[in-house]
Protein backbone atom coordinates (compact mmCIF):
# COMPACT_ATOMS: atom_id res chain seq x y z
CA UNK A 1 0.00 0.00 0.00
CA UNK A 2 1.49 3.18 -1.26
CA UNK A 3 1.41 5.92 1.94
CA UNK A 4 2.17 9.27 -0.19
CA UNK A 5 -1.71 8.76 -1.34
CA UNK A 6 -3.07 7.76 1.77
CA UNK A 7 -4.84 9.87 4.13
CA UNK A 8 -6.71 9.46 7.62
CA UNK A 9 -10.20 11.44 7.70
CA UNK A 10 -11.39 12.17 11.25
CA UNK A 11 -14.89 12.99 11.78
CA UNK A 12 -16.08 14.48 14.57
CA UNK A 13 -19.85 15.33 15.16
CA UNK A 14 -20.51 19.48 14.75
CA UNK A 15 -22.30 19.10 18.36
CA UNK A 16 -19.00 19.30 19.69
CA UNK A 17 -16.73 22.51 20.12
CA UNK A 18 -13.83 21.64 18.52
CA UNK A 19 -10.59 23.89 17.97
CA UNK A 20 -9.56 21.83 14.36
CA UNK A 21 -5.70 23.07 15.02
CA UNK A 22 -5.89 21.24 18.57
CA UNK A 23 -7.41 18.27 17.12
CA UNK A 24 -5.21 17.98 13.81
CA UNK A 25 -2.06 18.49 16.26
CA UNK A 26 -3.48 15.47 19.10
CA UNK A 27 -4.13 13.07 15.74
CA UNK A 28 -0.78 14.49 14.67
CA UNK A 29 0.99 13.57 17.74
CA UNK A 30 -1.12 9.83 18.53
CA UNK A 31 -0.37 8.50 15.41
CA UNK A 32 3.54 9.37 16.08
CA UNK A 33 3.05 7.62 19.10
CA UNK A 34 1.09 4.39 17.22
CA UNK A 35 -2.00 5.04 19.05
CA UNK A 36 -5.32 6.92 18.59
CA UNK A 37 -7.50 7.20 20.69
CA UNK A 38 -11.32 8.97 19.88
CA UNK A 39 -14.23 9.74 21.26
CA UNK A 40 -16.81 7.33 21.31
CA UNK A 41 -19.08 9.58 18.38
CA UNK A 42 -16.05 9.88 16.51
CA UNK A 43 -15.66 8.25 13.47
CA UNK A 44 -12.21 7.83 11.24
CA UNK A 45 -11.53 5.84 7.88
CA UNK A 46 -8.18 5.90 5.61
CA UNK A 47 -9.15 7.26 2.02
CA UNK A 48 -6.54 6.20 -0.99
CA UNK A 49 -6.53 8.87 -3.38
CA UNK A 50 -6.67 8.95 -6.70
CA UNK A 51 -2.66 8.89 -8.39
CA UNK A 52 -1.98 13.10 -8.65
CA UNK A 53 -1.20 13.49 -12.30
CA UNK A 54 2.24 14.38 -12.01
CA UNK A 55 2.84 15.54 -8.65
CA UNK A 56 5.12 14.32 -6.44
CA UNK A 57 3.78 13.86 -3.10
CA UNK A 58 7.56 13.85 0.42
CA UNK A 59 7.73 14.45 3.42
CA UNK A 60 8.22 17.57 5.05
CA UNK A 61 11.60 18.50 4.69
CA UNK A 62 12.72 15.92 1.94
CA UNK A 63 14.42 16.97 -0.98
CA UNK A 64 13.26 15.81 -4.26
CA UNK A 65 16.27 14.00 -6.26
CA UNK A 66 16.46 15.75 -9.74
CA UNK A 67 16.33 12.17 -11.39
CA UNK A 68 12.80 11.30 -9.56
CA UNK A 69 10.95 14.32 -11.36
CA UNK A 70 8.12 13.15 -13.46
CA UNK A 71 8.44 14.00 -17.13
CA UNK A 72 5.00 15.83 -17.96
CA UNK A 73 5.32 13.84 -21.63
CA UNK A 74 4.95 10.42 -20.23
CA UNK A 75 2.54 11.13 -17.16
CA UNK A 76 0.24 13.13 -19.24
CA UNK A 77 -2.38 9.87 -19.79
CA UNK A 78 -2.16 8.98 -16.54
CA UNK A 79 -3.60 12.66 -15.38
CA UNK A 80 -6.77 13.44 -12.96
CA UNK A 81 -8.40 16.40 -14.86
CA UNK A 82 -8.81 19.30 -12.01
CA UNK A 83 -12.68 19.83 -11.24
CA UNK A 84 -13.88 23.18 -12.61
CA UNK A 85 -15.80 24.64 -9.88
CA UNK A 86 -19.68 25.85 -11.50
CA UNK A 87 -19.73 29.44 -12.74
CA UNK A 88 -21.76 30.07 -9.89
CA UNK A 89 -19.27 28.87 -7.31
CA UNK A 90 -16.34 30.83 -9.40
CA UNK A 91 -18.24 33.76 -9.13
CA UNK A 92 -19.36 34.08 -5.14
CA UNK A 93 -15.88 32.94 -4.53
CA UNK A 94 -14.34 35.55 -6.38
CA UNK A 95 -17.14 37.67 -4.61
CA UNK A 96 -15.54 36.74 -1.62
CA UNK A 97 -12.10 37.25 -1.87
CA UNK A 98 -12.62 41.09 -3.02
CA UNK A 99 -14.52 41.45 -0.09
CA UNK A 100 -11.55 39.79 2.12
CA UNK A 101 -9.00 42.05 0.19
CA UNK A 102 -11.45 45.31 0.63
CA UNK A 103 -11.76 44.88 4.70
CA UNK A 104 -7.70 44.08 4.70
CA UNK A 105 -7.32 47.32 2.99
CA UNK A 106 -9.66 48.99 5.25
CA UNK A 107 -8.08 47.75 8.38
CA UNK A 108 -4.48 48.35 6.90
CA UNK A 109 -5.68 52.46 6.27
CA UNK A 110 -7.69 52.71 9.15
CA UNK A 111 -6.04 50.58 12.07
CA UNK A 112 -6.73 48.04 14.47
CA UNK A 113 -10.15 49.98 15.65
CA UNK A 114 -11.77 50.21 12.99
CA UNK A 115 -13.36 46.37 13.04
CA UNK A 116 -15.75 47.51 15.26
CA UNK A 117 -17.39 50.29 13.14
CA UNK A 118 -17.52 48.06 10.41
CA UNK A 119 -19.31 45.46 12.92
CA UNK A 120 -21.42 47.68 13.99
CA UNK A 121 -22.36 48.91 10.33
CA UNK A 122 -23.25 45.45 8.91
CA UNK A 123 -26.55 45.13 10.86
CA UNK A 124 -28.84 47.59 13.33
CA UNK A 125 -29.41 44.64 15.49
CA UNK A 126 -26.85 43.97 17.06
CA UNK A 127 -27.23 40.10 17.29
CA UNK A 128 -27.18 40.05 13.37
CA UNK A 129 -24.06 41.72 12.85
CA UNK A 130 -21.14 39.66 11.80
CA UNK A 131 -18.90 39.98 14.78
CA UNK A 132 -15.55 41.92 15.11
CA UNK A 133 -13.80 38.63 16.48
CA UNK A 134 -14.92 37.01 12.72
CA UNK A 135 -13.86 40.29 10.77
CA UNK A 136 -10.92 39.67 12.52
CA UNK A 137 -10.28 36.44 11.47
CA UNK A 138 -11.11 37.32 8.16
CA UNK A 139 -8.50 39.82 7.65
CA UNK A 140 -5.98 37.41 8.87
CA UNK A 141 -7.01 34.76 6.44
CA UNK A 142 -9.13 32.49 8.78
CA UNK A 143 -12.60 33.08 7.57
CA UNK A 144 -15.12 31.05 8.85
CA UNK A 145 -17.98 29.65 6.84
CA UNK A 146 -20.55 32.09 6.30
CA UNK A 147 -23.28 32.26 3.96
CA UNK A 148 -22.87 34.62 0.95
CA UNK A 149 -24.93 37.07 2.64
CA UNK A 150 -22.81 37.41 5.63
CA UNK A 151 -20.23 38.46 3.02
CA UNK A 152 -22.36 41.19 1.06
CA UNK A 153 -23.22 42.81 4.69
CA UNK A 154 -19.72 43.12 5.34
CA UNK A 155 -19.62 44.71 2.02
CA UNK A 156 -22.20 47.21 2.73
CA UNK A 157 -21.17 48.27 5.76
CA UNK A 158 -17.33 48.81 3.74
CA UNK A 159 -19.44 50.73 1.10
CA UNK A 160 -20.58 52.87 3.71
CA UNK A 161 -17.85 53.24 5.85
CA UNK A 162 -15.54 53.97 2.77
CA UNK A 163 -17.55 57.21 1.85
CA UNK A 164 -17.19 58.08 6.04
CA UNK A 165 -13.93 56.51 7.72
CA UNK A 166 -14.36 55.68 11.70
Known amino acids: MQTANNILLVRVPATEAVNGRELRDYILESLAQGVLVLTEDAACEVM ?3 PLGGVTVVETGQ ?4 TEQPD ?3 EAEGQVPS ?3 PAADQ ?4 EKRAIVQRLKDYRSTYGRGCLEKV ?3 TAHRKESRVSADTLRDIA ?8 LSEWRKIAKALDVLETAPC
Do not use: Q, Y
Open 83 to 85: PEL
Open 48 to 50: TLP
Open 140 to 147: ADRAPKME
Open 119 to 121: SEK
Open 72 to 74: PAT
Open 91 to 94: SEAG
Open 63 to 66: AIPA
